[in-house]
């Protein structure tokens, strides 16, 4: 069957998966009858039809037949069952793009036949509310063309920066993982909004609406950080206290080297380390 350019399929319809169909949809990029979705039970497929509207199965190969762009969307632990299925019947006039975490372009490319263009996506949990950051590199056999049309799906639900794939391990340390690092920050300075006397609740909405607030400016008005914390930061205020307690005990330092380990365990991940 000759590849139908418009169409979509995307396997592994969870959380990630679920979030771009409904980016796709939302914006009215691809119609119902583009887009097919495959999951693992029949009952969440029965689900997913109901709610989107669009056709669900839980057979992969029946999925990836016809389909211009292939989304690769399961766990990397699902990976080589998935590809045994696909490999076989995957053609080069198919894109794939993989949103699966540590598996590089070249463990996917292996198992397709030559010349089939693969791209490697690693987005971040905002994608499911469609504010989340993609990193995008290109496999092998993939163009310009392809990777215009990988951004293209991706921009449906956040943003996408564009990199080399040996940069995939530091995008992954630095926006893959970046969400616990701030939920980490939120949990600490709502404790310490309860420490003060703050209730729970009041604290929270300060805490996660500062956090958000703070990530607008800085994108949408184009602050630098420095320039943002200069702006809070009086001479001999509160703000420069606390910067100074966070100074001595390391906090730049701290991130710096957790980033790092990140990266460095994302390479063992791809390397096959257990």
């Known amino acids: 069957m000759a590849a139908d350019t418009r169409r979509i399929a995307i396997l592994g319809a ?9 980016g796709l949809l939302s914006t009215g990029w691809r119609k119902l009858d583009e887009i097919v979705a495959t999951v693992r039970s029949e009952e969440r497929a029965r689900w997913l039809a109901e709610r989107y509207g669009i ?25 080589d069952t998935l590809l045994g299925e696909i490999g076989g019947i ?3 006039d198919q894109t ?14 292996e198992r397709l036949a030559a010349g089939v263009p693969v791209l490697r996506a690693m987005p971040n949990a905002p994608t499911t509310v469609h504010e989340g950051v993609a990193g995008l590199c290109a496999g092998a056999h993939a163009a310009d063309e392809h990777l215009a049309l990988a951004e293209d799906i991706l921009l449906h639900v956040g943003r996408v920066v564009r990199v080399p794939e040996r940069y995939m391990d530091a995008v992954t340390a630095v926006s893959g993982s970046g969400p ?19 209730s729970r609740e009041d ?3 300060l805490v996660v609406q500062t956090m958000f607030g703070t990530a607008k400016l800085l994108r949408d008005e ?14 001999g205020g509160t703000t420069i206290r606390a910067i100074r307690e ?3 005990a390391g906090v730049r330092a701290a991130f710096l080297n957790a980033i790092q380990a990140a990266m460095e365990r994302g390479r063992e991940l791809a390397a096959g380390e257990p």
Not at 185 to 195: Q, R
Not at 222 to 235: A, D, G, I, N
């Open 14 to 22: 969870g959380k990630i998966g679920e979030a771009l169909l409904g």
């Open 55 to 79: 056709h669900c199965t839980t057979s992969n190969t029946e999925a990836v037949a016809g389909a211009g762009v292939i989304v690769i969307a399961v766990k990397p632990q699902d990976f």
């Open 90 to 92: 995957v053609s080069t």
């Open 96 to 109: 794939v793009l993989s949103i699966a975490a540590a598996v590089p372009t070249t463990a996917i490319e």
């Open 180 to 198: 616990a690092y701030f939920a980490l920050l939120a949990e600490a300075m709502i404790e310490a909004g309860i420490l003060l006397g703050l």
């Open 203 to 205: 604290t929270t909405q």
């Open 222 to 235: 184009k602050m630098h950080p420095v320039e943002l914390r200069e702006m809070v930061t009086s001479p």
């Open 246 to 248: 966070l100074e001595r």
